[in-house]
T-cell receptor, first 112, second 113 residues
Framework: RKEVEQDPGPFNVPEGATVAFNCTYS??????FFWYRQDCRKEPKLLMS???SGNEDGRFTAQLNRASQYISLLIRDSKLSDSATYLC?????????????FGKGTKLSVKP | SQTIHQWPATLVQPVGSPLSLECTVE??????LYWYRQAAGRGLQLLFY??????ISSEVPQNLSASRPQDRQFILSSKKLLLSDSGFYLC????????????FGQGTRLTVV
């Protein structure tokens, strides 16, 4: 089983749509969780951290379910500029991969 | 504030030639440093990470090597490039303690011809 799994997509949605991405992780010792955004041919950039109580930043809402080892990202009122690949990232302090494990990403394409 | 510099941005190299990519971090000390590779349309593959000077962990066996000669400097090298080494190489850092976000350099797009 892969350590961090995401649906690769692509998700093709119209402007204004609500879209949800899911991510599962296998290591129960995971301690921190993030969503990154990567534009085509650019470096990944932090979109938001994911907290146990869930958190919201404008149109973006992140949820964490530790019992199910599941993370989600909800984007409301999609904009053309939201088109990108969204990476789920899990941090395991002292893990074998340094301490960050990246999912392969979910590609979102927002159409007019 | 902390910044990370990675260069060059683009590189075209012939098969069999050497490689040296450099990454430096400013504004912090004792960072964890990482080299990732991303092939076209693929996810991030961790190549090397370092928790301190001279301490390098390799995740994938290949013809690449990494060195950390100074606290905030991380170098990715190869003696002889292969066609399969083409990709987008990203340097990143995280604080040495705790679980926080990673900060990425702008990346180097390497094409081996």
């Amino acid at each position: 089983r892969k350590e961090v799994e995401q649906d690769p997509g692509p998700f093709n949605v119209p402007e204004g749509a609500t879209v949800a991405f899911n991510c599962t992780y296998s290591n129960s010792a995971s301690q921190s969780f993030f969503w990154y955004r990567q534009d085509c041919r650019k470096e990944p950039k932090l979109l938001m951290s994911v907290y146990s109580s869930g958190n919201e930043d404008g149109r973006f809402t992140a949820q964490l379910n530790r019992a199910s080892q599941y993370i989600s990202l909800l984007i409301r009122d999609s904009k053309l500029s939201d088109s990108a690949t969204y990476l789920c990232v899990v941090s395991i302090y002292g893990g074998s991969q340094g301490n960050l494990i990246f999912g392969k990403g979910t590609k979102l394409s927002v159409k007019p | 504030s902390q910044t990370i510099h990675q260069w060059p941005a683009t590189l075209v190299q012939p098969v069999g030639s050497p490689l040296s990519l450099e990454c430096t971090v400013e504004g912090t000390s004792n960072p964890n440093l990482y080299w990732y590779r991303q092939a076209a349309g693929r996810g991030l593959q961790l190549l090397f990470y370092s928790v301190g000077i001279g301490q390098i962990s390799s995740e994938v066996p290949q013809n690449l090597s990494a060195s950390r000669p100074q606290d905030r400097q991380f170098i990715l090298s190869s003696k002889k490039l292969l066609l399969s080494d083409s990709g987008f190489y990203l340097c990143a850092w995280t604080p040495g303690t705790g679980n926080t976000e990673a900060f990425f350099g702008q990346g180097t797009r390497l094409t081996v011809v």
